[in-house]
T-cell receptor, first 113, second 115 residues
Framework: DGGITQSPKYLFRKEGQNVTLSCEQN?????MYWYRQDPGQGLRLIYY???????QKGDIAEGYSVSREKKESFPLTVTSAQKNPTAFYLC????????????FGPGTRLTVL | AQTVTQSQPEMSVQEAETVTLSCTYD???????LFWYKQPPSRQMILVIR??????QNATENRFSVNFQKAAKSFSLKISDSQLGDTAMYFC????????????FGAGTRLAVHP
Protein backbone atom coordinates (compact mmCIF):
# COMPACT_ATOMS: atom_id res chain seq x y z
CA ASP A 1 0.00 0.00 0.00
CA GLY A 2 1.22 3.49 -0.81
CA GLY A 3 1.29 5.99 1.94
CA ILE A 4 3.13 8.02 4.52
CA THR A 5 4.39 6.48 7.73
CA GLN A 6 5.58 8.25 10.85
CA SER A 7 7.31 6.73 13.81
CA PRO A 8 7.09 6.51 16.67
CA LYS A 9 3.43 7.22 17.39
CA TYR A 10 4.25 8.46 20.88
CA LEU A 11 7.60 9.86 22.00
CA PHE A 12 8.74 11.05 25.39
CA ARG A 13 11.76 13.24 25.85
CA LYS A 14 13.59 14.60 28.81
CA GLU A 15 14.47 18.26 28.81
CA GLY A 16 17.82 18.93 27.15
CA GLN A 17 17.64 15.94 24.84
CA ASN A 18 17.45 15.93 21.07
CA VAL A 19 14.96 13.56 19.48
CA THR A 20 14.35 12.57 15.86
CA LEU A 21 10.95 11.90 14.36
CA SER A 22 10.80 9.66 11.32
CA CYS A 23 8.75 10.28 8.18
CA GLU A 24 8.81 7.92 5.19
CA GLN A 25 6.70 7.94 2.03
CA ASN A 26 6.44 5.49 -0.85
CA UNK A 27 4.24 7.70 -3.03
CA UNK A 28 7.17 8.90 -5.16
CA UNK A 29 6.37 12.46 -4.10
CA UNK A 30 9.03 15.11 -4.59
CA UNK A 31 7.92 17.49 -1.84
CA MET A 32 7.70 16.79 1.88
CA TYR A 33 6.66 18.93 4.84
CA TRP A 34 6.66 19.00 8.63
CA TYR A 35 3.86 20.64 10.60
CA ARG A 36 3.27 21.19 14.27
CA GLN A 37 -0.19 21.12 15.84
CA ASP A 38 -0.94 22.52 19.29
CA PRO A 39 -4.26 22.01 21.13
CA GLY A 40 -7.08 24.09 19.70
CA GLN A 41 -4.99 25.31 16.82
CA GLY A 42 -4.44 24.56 13.19
CA LEU A 43 -1.19 23.35 11.73
CA ARG A 44 1.93 25.46 11.42
CA LEU A 45 4.72 24.75 8.95
CA ILE A 46 8.13 23.92 10.43
CA TYR A 47 10.21 22.90 7.40
CA TYR A 48 9.61 21.81 3.85
CA UNK A 49 11.64 20.16 1.10
CA UNK A 50 10.92 20.42 -2.59
CA UNK A 51 13.60 17.99 -3.76
CA UNK A 52 16.30 15.76 -2.38
CA UNK A 53 19.18 17.57 -0.67
CA UNK A 54 17.20 20.78 -0.44
CA UNK A 55 14.98 22.12 2.33
CA GLN A 56 13.67 25.46 3.52
CA LYS A 57 12.50 26.92 6.82
CA GLY A 58 8.81 27.38 7.41
CA ASP A 59 7.14 29.70 9.89
CA ILE A 60 8.38 28.12 13.12
CA ALA A 61 11.76 26.52 12.29
CA GLU A 62 13.63 27.67 15.40
CA GLY A 63 14.77 24.72 17.50
CA TYR A 64 14.21 22.18 14.72
CA SER A 65 16.41 20.66 12.02
CA VAL A 66 15.79 18.37 9.05
CA SER A 67 17.60 16.45 6.36
CA ARG A 68 16.53 15.14 2.95
CA GLU A 69 19.13 12.64 1.82
CA LYS A 70 16.61 10.34 0.16
CA LYS A 71 13.42 11.10 -1.72
CA GLU A 72 11.44 8.79 0.56
CA SER A 73 12.63 10.13 3.89
CA PHE A 74 12.40 13.47 5.69
CA PRO A 75 13.35 13.13 9.37
CA LEU A 76 12.77 15.96 11.82
CA THR A 77 15.05 16.55 14.81
CA VAL A 78 13.65 18.45 17.75
CA THR A 79 16.63 19.98 19.49
CA SER A 80 17.07 21.14 23.06
CA ALA A 81 16.83 24.69 21.73
CA GLN A 82 13.12 24.24 21.07
CA LYS A 83 11.58 25.84 24.15
CA ASN A 84 8.16 24.23 24.05
CA PRO A 85 8.39 21.03 22.03
CA THR A 86 5.38 19.19 23.45
CA ALA A 87 2.99 18.96 20.50
CA PHE A 88 1.58 16.74 17.78
CA TYR A 89 3.81 16.56 14.70
CA LEU A 90 2.49 15.79 11.25
CA CYS A 91 4.47 14.96 8.15
CA UNK A 92 3.01 15.49 4.67
CA UNK A 93 4.01 15.03 1.08
CA UNK A 94 2.87 16.19 -2.35
CA UNK A 95 3.76 15.26 -5.90
CA UNK A 96 5.51 18.55 -6.48
CA UNK A 97 5.53 21.72 -4.49
CA UNK A 98 3.32 24.02 -6.50
CA UNK A 99 -0.33 23.78 -5.47
CA UNK A 100 -0.48 20.00 -5.34
CA UNK A 101 -2.61 18.43 -2.66
CA UNK A 102 -0.70 17.49 0.47
CA UNK A 103 -1.28 14.08 2.00
CA PHE A 104 -0.55 13.50 5.66
CA GLY A 105 0.94 10.78 7.79
CA PRO A 106 -0.64 9.57 11.05
CA GLY A 107 1.45 11.88 13.25
CA THR A 108 3.75 11.64 16.26
CA ARG A 109 2.82 12.89 19.70
CA LEU A 110 5.91 14.29 21.45
CA THR A 111 5.83 14.92 25.17
CA VAL A 112 8.65 16.54 27.12
CA LEU A 113 8.89 15.28 30.67
CA ALA B 1 -0.43 38.41 6.94
CA GLN B 2 -2.52 35.96 5.01
CA THR B 3 -5.11 34.27 7.17
CA VAL B 4 -7.77 31.60 7.16
CA THR B 5 -10.60 32.05 9.66
CA GLN B 6 -13.04 29.48 10.95
CA SER B 7 -15.55 31.29 13.14
CA GLN B 8 -17.31 28.22 14.56
CA PRO B 9 -15.18 26.45 17.19
CA GLU B 10 -17.82 23.75 17.70
CA MET B 11 -20.93 22.53 15.95
CA SER B 12 -23.30 19.65 16.36
CA VAL B 13 -25.80 17.98 14.07
CA GLN B 14 -28.23 15.10 14.21
CA GLU B 15 -27.51 12.02 12.15
CA ALA B 16 -28.92 12.27 8.59
CA GLU B 17 -29.22 16.06 8.75
CA THR B 18 -27.20 18.67 6.88
CA VAL B 19 -24.60 20.95 8.41
CA THR B 20 -22.51 23.79 6.99
CA LEU B 21 -19.08 24.76 8.28
CA SER B 22 -17.84 28.28 7.55
CA CYS B 23 -14.45 29.47 6.39
CA THR B 24 -13.18 32.83 5.20
CA TYR B 25 -9.74 33.71 3.97
CA ASP B 26 -7.69 36.70 3.04
CA UNK B 27 -5.47 36.82 -0.02
CA UNK B 28 -4.30 39.16 -2.73
CA UNK B 29 -3.51 36.30 -5.07
CA UNK B 30 -5.55 35.75 -8.22
CA UNK B 31 -5.14 32.00 -8.31
CA UNK B 32 -5.01 29.69 -5.36
CA UNK B 33 -6.38 26.45 -3.99
CA LEU B 34 -8.67 25.81 -1.04
CA PHE B 35 -9.01 22.62 0.96
CA TRP B 36 -11.08 21.06 3.68
CA TYR B 37 -9.34 18.44 5.80
CA LYS B 38 -10.94 16.18 8.37
CA GLN B 39 -9.11 15.10 11.53
CA PRO B 40 -10.97 12.30 13.36
CA PRO B 41 -10.01 11.16 16.88
CA SER B 42 -7.17 9.14 15.37
CA ARG B 43 -5.67 12.55 14.46
CA GLN B 44 -4.85 11.53 10.90
CA MET B 45 -5.48 14.47 8.55
CA ILE B 46 -7.69 13.33 5.70
CA LEU B 47 -8.44 15.38 2.60
CA VAL B 48 -12.16 15.93 2.23
CA ILE B 49 -12.41 18.23 -0.76
CA ARG B 50 -10.36 20.64 -2.86
CA UNK B 51 -11.37 23.72 -4.84
CA UNK B 52 -9.34 25.58 -7.43
CA UNK B 53 -10.05 29.29 -7.28
CA UNK B 54 -10.18 29.77 -11.05
CA UNK B 55 -13.00 27.23 -11.35
CA UNK B 56 -16.44 28.74 -10.83
CA GLN B 57 -18.11 25.38 -10.30
CA ASN B 58 -18.29 24.31 -6.68
CA ALA B 59 -16.45 21.08 -5.90
CA THR B 60 -18.44 18.04 -4.77
CA GLU B 61 -17.33 14.73 -3.30
CA ASN B 62 -20.25 12.44 -2.51
CA ARG B 63 -21.97 13.91 0.58
CA PHE B 64 -19.51 16.79 0.81
CA SER B 65 -19.82 19.97 -1.22
CA VAL B 66 -18.50 23.49 -0.99
CA ASN B 67 -20.00 26.92 -1.49
CA PHE B 68 -17.13 28.95 -2.93
CA GLN B 69 -17.77 32.69 -3.06
CA LYS B 70 -14.60 34.16 -4.52
CA ALA B 71 -15.56 37.83 -4.23
CA ALA B 72 -16.53 37.35 -0.59
CA LYS B 73 -13.47 35.13 0.05
CA SER B 74 -15.72 32.52 1.57
CA PHE B 75 -15.36 28.74 1.35
CA SER B 76 -17.96 26.83 3.35
CA LEU B 77 -18.31 23.06 3.58
CA LYS B 78 -21.72 21.40 3.46
CA ILE B 79 -22.09 17.88 4.77
CA SER B 80 -25.32 16.20 3.71
CA ASP B 81 -26.88 13.14 5.33
CA SER B 82 -24.48 13.43 8.28
CA GLN B 83 -23.11 10.16 9.64
CA LEU B 84 -21.63 9.29 13.01
CA GLY B 85 -18.28 8.77 11.30
CA ASP B 86 -18.26 12.43 10.28
CA THR B 87 -17.53 13.37 13.90
CA ALA B 88 -14.14 15.07 13.72
CA MET B 89 -12.23 18.33 13.64
CA TYR B 90 -12.53 20.02 10.27
CA PHE B 91 -9.83 22.36 9.03
CA CYS B 92 -10.07 24.81 6.20
CA UNK B 93 -6.77 25.49 4.46
CA UNK B 94 -5.51 27.50 1.56
CA UNK B 95 -2.46 27.47 -0.59
CA UNK B 96 -2.24 31.21 -0.83
CA UNK B 97 1.09 32.30 -2.19
CA UNK B 98 4.74 31.73 -2.65
CA UNK B 99 6.89 29.58 -4.86
CA UNK B 100 6.24 26.57 -2.72
CA UNK B 101 3.18 24.77 -1.53
CA UNK B 102 2.60 26.55 1.77
CA UNK B 103 -0.72 25.72 3.34
CA UNK B 104 -2.33 28.18 5.74
CA PHE B 105 -4.73 26.48 8.15
CA GLY B 106 -7.67 27.79 10.09
CA ALA B 107 -8.05 26.93 13.78
CA GLY B 108 -10.62 24.23 13.05
CA THR B 109 -14.27 23.43 13.81
CA ARG B 110 -15.13 20.51 16.03
CA LEU B 111 -18.17 18.72 14.61
CA ALA B 112 -20.19 16.26 16.66
CA VAL B 113 -22.78 14.08 14.93
CA HIS B 114 -25.41 12.76 17.32
CA PRO B 115 -27.62 9.70 16.80
Amino acid sequence: DGGITQSPKYLFRKEGQNVTLSCEQNLNHDAMYWYRQDPGQGLRLIYYSQIVNDFQKGDIAEGYSVSREKKESFPLTVTSAQKNPTAFYLCASSIRSNTDTQYFGPGTRLTVL
Amino acid sequence: AQTVTQSQPEMSVQEAETVTLSCTYDTSESNYYLFWYKQPPSRQMILVIRQEAYKQQNATENRFSVNFQKAAKSFSLKISDSQLGDTAMYFCASHLSGGYNKLIFGAGTRLAVHP
